[in-house]
DNA sequence: TTATTTAAATGTAATATATACACTTCTAGT
DNA sequence: ACTAGAAGTGTATATATTACATTTAAATAA
């Protein structure tokens, strides 16, 4: 007998990553690329991606690919969308799941980048990227934004320890505008999520500023307690 | 030579559609279900779902699968989710695509329904799905909520005319709670969005309620200068 | 040691938004 | 003309958001 579905077509399925990273120092949120080594179009501009497997689920196809380009397991990461237009990649009709990733720039050892070809890109400098790639990252950040509005998923793009200077700027970033520095404390703050440490981050400033810490704990027991996250500033 | 993308493996492809209705008389939400006729899991209750042929997209399946069920085409529709677990159908491994749609329940021919084997089915009383059918159903639901908050795709569910009584029992079944007439009103009404009808519901009071109609092009104007649905009431 | 510089830190008043809440109106049917 | 039942309406209070300018801390230079 036949297979169930075997009159049906099957397809070729990749993932897709989307990798967001934050610079601290230029207060700039960045794209990591990679700069294609195989056909098609080897050598343009490219997302990290791959092929899922027969034994993996697609969640597990993204998790391979981010762990093999970063090093780095336990990432935020999270399903997008699918991307399922019959002639979106030139040399086959694959059918591509893109995921969103944020990760800590800091954590990602340079030789290991380099050794895979990927670049930290500023948003503002992204260059051209291969078949609807763009497409993904512009849906990612819009994604970024409403997620880091009502989320605390912006933490992930910092060190452990971080000032609120630090976090306004990503704030910034990612909203693309200028927000009220007092207002943005004061409703950071009286969330009460953030703990304050006992040291101060010195490099850009005399005085120094508090470093911070997110209490995932205490936002889980909110969230159980009808708490909802909320960073909408003016 | 062989294809760039022979050593990658295919895979079956399926879209499964959350269809969406809302009842107006018993003033429920409801779900559109199917009794397979075919194997695997022959007899049991299921989304309506196909398969993804070579030559359409993503969403021309969906559309396909939403179209062939209930003989309408131009529904609100909405990838919801990527469903890639390896075993999540038991006849092989199958990637399935969970799209949402919005339809009038009144839009539905009843002869087509029943020929499909759909059936229309409380929100509290969905039966046992196949598969991972319930999780996508409780995604599109969380979805659903999420949505009517911010969009204007409520009125999808509803009528081209409907009262404000039966706007607001929408929201109602939506949100699962009460919300509270005149704040609701008095709400919707300051967006401008709507506009009064010359007649009135007669069916289920003596006085009469006032038709509106949603004014769509009004919406986008509105939201060409930075205007922002926003539904969320006590 | 004092003055200067630079970024961090802080509070309040005004405005806008969200909430709570109960009575009146309309009309078909008796 | 009375009754019954759902539709329709407004205001006061509380909460949240916004706008905005000065002081503090500490290193460095005078």
Same mark, same amino acid.
């Given at each position: 007998m036949n297979h169930l579905y075997s009159k049906y077509p099957k397809h070729f399925h990749a993932v897709d990553c989307i990798i967001f990273g934050f610079d601290i120092a230029e207060k700039e949120l960045k794209l990591l690329l990679i700069k294609r080594s195989f056909e098609p179009a080897l050598g343009e501009w490219s997302l990290a991606g791959g092929f899922v497997r027969e034994d993996e689920s697609l969640d597990d196809a993204a998790c391979r690919v981010l762990c093999t380009l970063?090093?780095?397991?336990e990432l935020y990461m999270e399903q997008l969308y699918t991307y399922g237009e019959i002639s979106r990649d030139p040399g086959a009709r694959v059918i591509s799941t893109a995921y969103f990733a944020l990760i800590g720039i800091h954590e990602l050892d340079p030789e290991i980048r380099k050794s895979n070809g990927a670049y930290w890109c500023s948003l503002s400098e992204i260059p051209d990227l291969i078949f609807d790639h763009r497409k993904m990252v512009d849906r990612a950040l819009k994604e970024l934004v409403e997620k880091v509005k009502v989320y +605390?998923?912006?933490?992930?793009?910092? +060190?452990?320890k971080f000032t609120l200077v630090q976090l306004q700027n990503l704030y910034e970033a990612i909203y693309q505008r200028q927000v009220d520095k007092r207002n943005f404390r004061k409703k950071i703050l009286s969330m009460n999520l953030l703990e304050k440490q006992e040291d101060k981050e010195r490099e850009t400033s005399k005085k120094g500023a508090w470093y911070y810490r997110f209490n995932e704990e205490k936002y889980k027991e909110l969230t159980r307690n009808g708490f909802f996250f909320n960073l909408v500033v003016s």
């Open positions: 970063t090093g780095l397991s +605390p998923v912006g933490f992930e793009l910092l +060190p452990e």
